[in-house]
């Protein structure tokens, strides 16, 4: 038997895919389905909504009323929603991933302490090629030092509900850390007006909303005579299903704790 996955948001854009290339794998097994109270596509199949065919898993506002037995819940839904269906996976003990962005920082911390004793994976962007880029970035702050300047830019969609992206900021925290420096006094959130000169410290952050842009994410490290681009395009979402799969398979049977897809693809080894 596969691992069994509960898909929280599953009426979702990412929810959709993640239900549809689970049938594909088999080595997982759709369990159950999850979307917020009153959502229009309750009670409907989850496989009809994704385009693969009825599964039998019906849409529910609550995971009190899934009936299958389960290994992990994946959620990509609102943070909100998240935090609420991450006590109850606490409760039961299960596994969870989490790609749900735009929580605010209590939020944050209230997802952390409550799966501190289940094992859980929270990203902000599951795709394989984003966390290398996460980790490429951090080596080249290191490499060039001081005397370059770096700013990160990201573009998404015009739906896209917060800004900067999860995956932005994640960028801003990675090269602090770098610098051991603080993200919250050295990142400046777009500009506007006469800011004047640039310090040497900040780590711009800008934000564009445009058409259906998937994701975009380019870290510029600018010099004195030169400059340096580290760019990641996402052409599909299914880059971000394929990767929050793989972490679906690696969490169950994990120590208890939060862990990040550097754990899942072994990056923080390197």
């Not at 239900?19 to 917020?36: F, I, M, R, S, Y």
């Not at 690696?250 to 072994?266: E, I, K, R, S």
Request: with cysteine; hydrophobic share 45%; glycine share 12%.
């Amino acid at each position: 038997m596969g691992t069994k996955v509960v898909v929280h948001g599953a009426a979702g854009r990412m929810g959709r895919r993640i239900v549809a290339l689970l049938t594909q794998d088999p080595d997982l097994e759709l369990a159950g389905a999850l979307e917020a109270k009153g959502h229009a596509e309750l009670k409907r199949d989850a496989g009809i909504l994704a385009g693969v065919g009825e599964l039998r898993i019906p849409l529910v506002d609550s995971l009190a009323k899934v009936e299958r037995d389960f290994d992990v819940l994946v959620a990509f839904s609102t943070p909100a929603g998240t935090a609420e269906t991450a006590s109850q996976v606490a409760e039961r003990r299960k596994a969870m991933v989490i790609g749900t962005t735009g929580f605010t920082e209590e939020q944050r911390a209230h997802v952390r302490t409550v799966l501190a004793s289940v094992p859980c994976v929270m990203a902000p962007n599951m795709s394989v090629g984003v966390n290398v880029l996460f980790r490429i970035t951090e080596e080249v702050v290191r490499t060039l030092g001081t005397g370059f300047d770096v700013e990160i830019v990201e573009a998404h969609h015009r739906l896209k509900a917060d800004a900067p992206s999860g995956t932005a900021l994640r960028l801003a925290e990675v090269i602090a850390g770098a610098r051991d420096a603080d993200v919250h006094t050295q990142a400046v959130y777009g500009r506007q007006g006469r800011p004047g000169p640039r310090t040497a410290d900040e780590i711009g952050v800008l934000a564009v909303r445009a058409g259906d842009i998937v994701g975009d994410h380019t870290v510029i490290f600018g010099g004195i005579g030169e400059r340096l681009e580290l760019t990641h395009r996402a052409h599909t979402r299914d880059n971000f299903v394929i990767g929050a799969l793989r972490a679906a398979k690696w969490v169950v049977g994990q120590a208890p704790g939060v862990y990040d897809m550097m754990d899942v693809l072994g990056l923080r080894k390197i």
